[in-house]
């Protein structure tokens, strides 16, 4: 059976992403706060109009964004993950990155100009691939 879901193989890329995506989602809900101001409330009580209720939510939200945004802002400080920290795991090579290099040098090696025996191939992929895993 054929997975539905990706693993997380870059999880500071992935947390770093999702910061980013709670951050957008809270601008967006500043931007319906500010339009806030031009909507006619009547907040009375019991009798409270369905604009009065949207306004409410509105408020909901945003305070939720915000309150998440903070959480997640206050993790990632607290993890060290820094603008150096997501730039190091940024540059790192993926791991379908490693296997196109590993790829890639072992088509080499069992190329027939460069003469290698079928065990020599064999043995120089296993230490490209030891030497792939120890960089990363």
């Keep these: 059976m054929k997975e539905l879901v990706e693993p997380v193989t870059d999880p ?3 947390y770093a992403r ?6 957008a989602f809270k601008e967006l809900a500043a931007q319906q706060m500010e ?11 019991p009798g409270d109009s369905l604009l009065g209720e949207q306004a409410r939510a509105v408020i909901g ?6 309150a998440q945004c903070d959480r997640t802002l206050g993790n990632m400080v607290r993890l060290g993950l820094d ?5 190091v795991a940024q ?44 960089a990363s």
Excluded at 35 to 45: A, D, K, R
Excluded at 83 to 87: F, H, I, P, S
């Design 61 to 66: 939200v945003y305070q939720a964004a915000v």
């Design 91 to 134: 540059e790192r090579p993926s791991r379908e990155a490693a296997a196109t290099v590993l790829a890639a040098v072992q088509a080499a090696a069992a190329d027939p100009e460069v003469g290698m025996t079928p065990a020599q191939v064999q043995a120089f992929g296993a230490a490209v691939r030891k030497a792939l895993e120890a």
């Design 12 to 14: 500071v890329a992935y």
């Design 35 to 45: 339009e806030l101001s031009s909507w006619e409330l009547t907040l009375t009580g």
């Design 18 to 23: 999702l910061a980013g995506e709670m951050w």
């Design 83 to 87: 603008a150096k920290a997501l730039q």
